[in-house]
């Protein structure tokens, strides 16, 4: 007779990494519940965790390699799987050189212990310069300026939300997404105990979203505009803080440069920009001025923006300059107990991509740079892709070039375990097993959590013998790589193996909860471990030569001096501007395979203000084909009357045509994809990334 068991782990779908309780009866899953224990969720989940079930029963995952023969799909062994990978991957390499393979790893590597742990060793045996990632499509420009000011891209210093008094979310949606370099569970909850104890939230969005609705305050500003709005910020807030403020003296450099770069960014200028009325702003520059703790923390809106790395940089400004940043209740570095800052730090633009020149950055292209470098003939054109963990087809710029340019590839593997509109143009896929059928350590979340907390996570099971995992498939492809290419390698040991090292050298001192950190000793926690909230560590954490914060990186001087501020239309300030949304139940690309997260009333429709509707002579519910320059897309539209003019709201993450999908099929999810819109060419001039946001569209009825 088996027995039900108990098992508890962290989501890993998205960054909250909220706790998990598991009831299994062999290998079937009872239930899916919030573990009440876990330090940092308390029992809280939301809907998608419960979809974890639904992946691990998906008739659609794949468990055994697929190669594909012209349009049909078979099934092959690992042993061949692996050997024919590496054979074509050499082969290409032989007759064009190592930079003609290139590498794409999508967002779950981030979430993923054996991908990050794994995946590395691997890539960089390749000895490509093509290296991309989801990076350049979401917090790039976050992570550059996390390099320059505090010498470390994953110096991002984290809202203490459990403690502050004024909170400011630009460009961020965490209702909708839980949170993004904000690891935050139950952001709702969290949010209301900051109006309880007096607090108040002020939302930066075009749309009036979800977040927006809990807020004290809603600024609505024209999409791609916020650098105005931020800039302006700083401006007010150095006249009343031309010195830096005291606790930070002996950490700051370049301070007195600030007041000359940002004279030129004033009130009217912003509002006029952004359509704020000055009295907006400077409310909001009182209110953070008299906030006993306040806090801005940009994300999405502001990342995939033309002026992305700018915007960041002001974020960062406005907290240090109002004596918030490394202060309690302001914007404070996490203690992660395997704490990967003291990993040599990244670099920018070492080298530029062949063929649209955009800067690299910790050894990746721009994503944008992908399809051009793929398409265009001459020396180290990319003639083979490993896809691993990804679906560039649908959530980077112009995804239908990108599919034909990998249609055209000598070669392409998909390390996945579906078959979707990326990985189904792949010649081969490599299947991994799921989430829970692995270990889990999460080592990249613990970084940006508003409370430090550790946790190891034991696999429900042992995995099938006809399966792998992602690290076993990084290790097989590597060894039999090496047999054919003889060079130094390394092969990694099992991933527990690396965390109980990095556990057993962590220099953080943990409390009474625990007698030391090592695997051994969190494996007798399996809710987790407090670590306690937040604290003032900047003195020993920056990593910049100087030791010291740079307020005004080189760059971004240049930068802010080559804007141009000219207040007269250019031509991409007519017609719309497009802008994405997410839903509580998607996730990115891919939740659309789980009956859970796709049933009721379809959300693949755009919405417009009313006016704009009435302009356009459409109705609610009909269709409009909104075109780019890169493309089109035909949805339904619906009236927002919150939204802002001239503004179209798109979901992100459809597009689901070529998908193989029973259950797709039977659920009726499919929509076009709004990056079929967004265009390569349109990128942020600092980092190169892709300015998703605020794309000019136009809109007619189609009848
Ligand atoms: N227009 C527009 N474009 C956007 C965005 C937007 O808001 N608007 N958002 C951007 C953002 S923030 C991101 S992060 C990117 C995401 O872009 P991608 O990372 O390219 O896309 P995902 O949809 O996350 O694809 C994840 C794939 O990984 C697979 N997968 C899941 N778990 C595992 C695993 O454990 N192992 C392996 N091997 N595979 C796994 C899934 O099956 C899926 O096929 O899209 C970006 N693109
Ligand atoms: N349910 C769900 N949760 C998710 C995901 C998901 O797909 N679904 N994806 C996960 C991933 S990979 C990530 S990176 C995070 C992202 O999490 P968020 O950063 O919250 O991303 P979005 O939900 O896209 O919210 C971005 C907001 O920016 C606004 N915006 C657009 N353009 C502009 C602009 O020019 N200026 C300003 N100020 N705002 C603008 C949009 O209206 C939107 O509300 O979410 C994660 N969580
Ligand atoms: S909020 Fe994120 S981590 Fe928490 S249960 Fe939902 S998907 Fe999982
Ligand atoms: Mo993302």
Redesign the pocket.
């Known amino acids: 007779m088996h027995q039900t068991q108990q098992h508890y782990r962290a989501c ?1 779908l998205c960054e909250a990494i909220c706790g998990l309780e598991i009831t299994t009866k062999n290998r079937e899953i009872i239930s899916i519940r919030g573990d009440k224990k876990d330090p940092l969720s308390k029992g809280y989940i939301c809907a998608k965790a419960l979809a974890l079930k639904d992946l691990y029963e998906d008739p659609d995952r794949l468990t055994q390699p697929r190669i594909r023969k012209g349009s049909d799909w078979h099934t092959i062994d690992w042993d061949s799987a692996i050997q024919l990978t590496v054979e074509r991957l050499l082969q290409v390499r032989a007759e064009y050189g190592s930079h003609s393979v290139a590498v ?6 981030v ?2 212990l054996g ?1 990050m742990t794994h995946g590395r060793e691997f890539f960089q045996s390749l000895g490509t310069r093509n290296h991309y ?2 990076t350049s ?3 790039l420009p976050q992570q550059l300026v996390a390099l320059w000011m505090y010498g470390h891209q994953l110096l991002l210093p984290v809202p203490d939300l459990d403690r502050t008094q004024l909170l400011i979310l630009i460009g961020h949606n965490p209702i909708v997404s839980n949170g ?1 370099l904000m690891t935050a569970p139950n952001i709702r909850n969290r949010i209301q105990q900051l109006q309880q104890r007096g607090g108040e939230l002020v939302v930066i969005d075009p749309r009036f979203t979800e977040t927006a609705a809990l807020a004290q305050t809603h600024l609505a500003p024209t999409p791609g505009s916020d650098f105005y709005l931020l800039a302006a910020i700083v401006r007010q807030l150095l006249i009343y803080q031309p010195e830096p403020p005291t606790k930070l003296n002996d950490l700051v450099e370049g301070y007195e440069k600030l007041m000359h770069l940002f004279a030129p960014f004033h009130l009217e200028l912003a509002s006029r920009k952004t359509g704020i009325p000055v009295s907006s702003i400077q409310q909001l520059v009182t209110d953070i001025l008299h906030a006993e703790h306040a806090v801005v923390h940009g994300r ?1 809106g502001i990342s ?1 923006h033309q002026q992305g790395t700018l915007c960041h940089w002001a974020c960062q400004l406005i907290n240090l300059i109002s004596g918030n940043f490394d202060a309690q209740g302001g914007a404070l570095f996490a203690q992660p107990a395997i704490d990967l800052t003291h990993i040599t730090p990244g670099q920018f633009a070492t080298e530029c991509a062949r063929v649209d020149q955009l800067p690299n950055f910790c050894g990746e292209f721009p994503v944008s740079c992908l399809q051009t470098e793929i398409a265009t003939p001459g020396q180290d054109q990319i003639r083979a892709l490993v896809l ?5 087809v ?4 112009a995804g239908k070039d990108l599919a034909a340019a990998i249609k055209s590839l000598e070669f392409c593997v998909a ?4 078959q ?1 509109e ?2 189904g143009l792949a010649h081969l896929i490599l ?5 829970l059928e692995r270990d889990h350590y999460d080592l990249i979340f613990h970084h940006f959590s508003v409370r430090n907390s550790t946790r190891w996570n034991q696999a429900l099971w042992s995995r099938q013998a006809h399966q792998r995992h ?1 690290w076993e ?1 990084f290790n097989a492809l590597n060894e039999t790589y090496h047999k054919n290419l003889p060079s130094n390698h390394t092969l990694l040991p099992d991933p527990s193996v690396l965390i109980d090292m990095g556990l057993r050298t962590s220099s953080l001192q943990p409390d009474s909860e625990l007698a030391e950190l090592s695997l051994a000793s969190l494996k007798c926690q399996p809710h987790g471990v407090d670590l306690g909230p937040l604290r003032s560590s900047a003195k020993t954490k920056l990593k910049t030569k100087s030791g010291k914060i740079q307020c005004a990186p080189e760059r971004l001087i240049q930068a802010i001096q080559g804007l141009k501020h000219t207040d007269t239309e250019t031509a991409e300030d007519t017609g719309y501007k497009l802008i ?1 949304r ?1 839903d509580s139940r998607s ?4 939740g659309h395979n789980f009956a859970r997260l796709t049933k009721g009333r379809s959300r693949f429709y755009a919405c417009l203000h009313p006016d704009d509707m009435l302009q356009l002579d459409v109705n609610d519910e009909q269709l409009i084909q909104i075109s780019s320059t890169t493309g089109e897309i035909t949805l339904p539209v619906r009236a927002d009357n919150k939204l802002l003019r001239g503004v179209v709201s798109v979901p ?2 459809w597009g689901h045509h070529h998908a193989q999908s029973r259950t797709q099929q039977a659920n009726q999810v499919g929509g076009q994809s ?2 079929d819109l ?1 265009d390569p060419k349109r990128y942020d001039a600092v980092s190169g990334v ?1 300015a ?2 605020g794309t000019p569209v136009t809109g007619v009825p189609v009848n």
Do not use: C, E, K
Request: glycine share 6%.
């Open positions: 890993n794409y790893q999508g967002n779950p590597t979430h993923n991908m990632s989801a499509v979401d917090q993004s999405l995939t691993s963990a990804g679906n560039p649908l959530t980077t710029p390390i996945d375990f579906y979707n990326s990985s299947p991994p097993t799921m989430a992602d498939i994405s997410r996730n990115n690309s891919w992100f993450g709004i990056n967004t892709a998703l946001t």
